[in-house]
Antibody, heavy 124, light 108 residues
Framework: DVRLLESGGGLIQPGGSLRVSCAAS????????MSWVRQAPGKGLEWVSSITGSGDDTYYADSVKGRFTISRDNSKNTVSLQMNSLKVEDTALYYC?????????????????WGQGTLVTVSA | EIVLTQSPGTLSLSPGERATLSCRSSQSISSGYLAWYQQKPGQAPRLLIY???NRATGTPDRFRGIGSGTDFTLTISRLEPEDFAVYYCQQYSTSPFTFGPGTTVDFK
């Protein structure tokens, strides 16, 4: 079974930095693109960032571009999100999500497995 | 950016009734790249439908997705007690990969 376990959330002041990570198991991690999707308290879902299986290509929402960096370590089956210059509006539950494969090397930007999330609170 | 609008915001129904949820897009979604998710309180979202009409593994056949272009619909033929939840549509045709605001299906 696919398992995604996020960690690293917490309370951070505006302008600060935080790194959240996701440990994956139950599938061949390096073969799948991965994403982060966030949900502000009581609000809807927002795609944040994605990374291909090899890590060669990354994608970001405009709201985080230049501040967040997604990365992965295929030897440790982990994907991480480094968040810098945090703003109050970045407060959310951050979900790690697996993206399905398409063909031998492709992927589709929807999310077929999700972790339980890690809460990031940005507040003074 | 493709903006998704979901209606109604809340659908109040009883078990056994049919639910019809709408998702409309500000631009045509190519290749039917639209997904539906279900989220229950305190839980992560769960993929129900992808590619407009393909049920994900484990999705009961009472869930049906249809649509094309800018208009998409999720129907639940006969509501079971476990179906009362929030439903989101998401387009994956064009970055940024946006979600709709959600439709809550609650008990009448």
């Amino acid at each position: 079974d696919v398992r995604l376990l996020e960690s690293g959330g917490g309370l951070i002041q505006p302008g600060g930095s935080l790194r959240v990570s996701c440990a994956a198991s139950g599938f061949t991690f390096s073969s799948y693109a991965m994403s982060w999707v966030r949900q502000a308290p009581g609000k809807g879902l927002e795609w944040v960032s994605s990374i291909t299986g090899s890590g060669d290509d990354t994608y970001y929402a405009d709201s985080v571009k230049g501040r967040f960096t997604i990365s992965r370590d295929n030897s440790k089956n982990t994907v991480s999100l480094q968040m810098n210059s945090l703003k109050v509006e970045d407060t959310a539950l951050y979900y790690c999500a697996k993206m399905p494969r398409y063909g031998s090397n492709g992927y589709r930007h929807y999310f077929d497995s999700w972790g339980q999330g890690t809460l990031v609170t940005v507040s003074a | 950016e493709i903006v998704l609008t979901q209606s109604p915001g809340t659908l109040s129904l009883s078990p056994g009734e049919r639910a019809t949820l709408s998702c409309r897009s500000s631009q045509s979604i190519s290749s039917g790249y639209l997904a539906w998710y279900q989220q229950k309180p305190g839980q992560a979202p769960r993929l129900l439908i992808y590619g407009t009409s393909n049920r994900a593994t484990g999705t009961p056949d009472r869930f049906r997705g249809i649509g094309s272009g800018t208009d998409f619909t999720l129907t639940i033929s006969r509501l079971e007690p476990e179906d009362f939840a929030v439903y989101y549509c998401q387009q994956y045709s064009t970055s940024p990969f946006t979600f709709g605001p959600g439709t809550t299906v609650d008990f009448k």
